[in-house]
T-cell receptor, first 113, second 114 residues
Framework: GDSVTQMEGPVTLSEEAFLTINCTYTATGYPSLFWYVQYPGEGLQLLLKATKADDKGSNKGFEATYRKETTSFHLEKGSVQVSDSAVYFCALSDLWGNEKLTFGTGTRLTIIP | NAGVMQNPRHLVRRRGQEARLRCSPMKGHSHVYWYRQLPEEGLKFMVYLQKENIIDESGMPKERFSAEFPKEGPSILRIQQVVRGDSAAYFC????????????FGDGTRLSIL
């Protein structure tokens, strides 16, 4: 079945540091890929998405590129801020008639001023 | 433009009681999904519904759990005879009919079993 493997946390960085959170996936068909962010006590918010190979999703300075050859969708940001502290989830959905999301285990990110 | 509304935000039940969790999807959304998040874990899919139909319940425990999305009113996730292991955050998401649109999540219901 489908699965998502995500870089384990927690990750602690200083403000303005470069961020990479690794994500690889296993899926049949041609999945769409997503990054969701969860702030404390809240639900998940869609951060960015990509629906086909070589697509780059971007939002709020975050980027991720859909790499079919390496089955990866790594999240990057050039300069993190304290407000980026949250839990980040990589996810995929199967477009072949069933839209349930399969999530990674999440990576907790803490940014220190 | 209201988002996905879940209530209650927090629910406390004693072992053996019933828990009812409600979810009103975003306006114009006809697909509803329920996920469960155990402490320090990712979200696990439970069930996918459209109006009056269960499309995929492959993630639902075989006993005590049920879900519905009636023609009128919110989607309901019902847990009968709750046990301590049911303590978790339950999230609802919705999406429009277009399968290429991402899911939007509610803020969740945090269920605690005493």
């Amino acid at each position: 079945g489908d699965s998502v493997t995500q870089m384990e946390g927690p990750v602690t960085l200083s403000e303005e540091a470069f961020l990479t959170i690794n994500c690889t996936y296993t899926a049949t068909g041609y999945p769409s890929l997503f990054w969701y962010v969860q702030y404390p006590g809240e639900g998940l918010q869609l951060l960015l998405k990509a629906t086909k190979a070589d697509d780059k999703g971007s939002n709020k300075g975050f980027e991720a590129t859909y790499r079919k050859e390496t089955t990866s969708f790594h999240l990057e940001k050039g300069s993190v801020q304290v407000s980026d502290s949250a839990v980040y989830f990589c996810a995929l959905s199967d477009l072949w008639g069933n839209e349930k999301l399969t999530f990674g285990t999440g990576t907790r990110l803490t940014i220190i001023p | 433009n209201a988002g996905v509304m879940q209530n209650p935000r927090h629910l406390v039940r004693r072992r053996g009681q019933e828990a009812r969790l409600r979810c009103s999807p975003m306006k114009g959304h006809s697909h509803v999904y329920w996920y469960r998040q155990l402490p320090e874990e990712g979200l696990k899919f439970m069930v996918y519904l459209q109006k009056e139909n269960i499309i995929d319940e492959s993630g639902m425990p075989k006993e005590r759990f049920s879900a519905e999305f009636p023609k009128e009113g919110p989607s309901i996730l019902r847990i009968q005879q709750v046990v301590r292991g049911d303590s978790a955050a339950y999230f609802c998401a919705s999406s429009p009919r277009d399968s290429y649109q991402p899911q939007h999540f509610g803020d969740g219901t945090r269920l605690s079993i005493l």
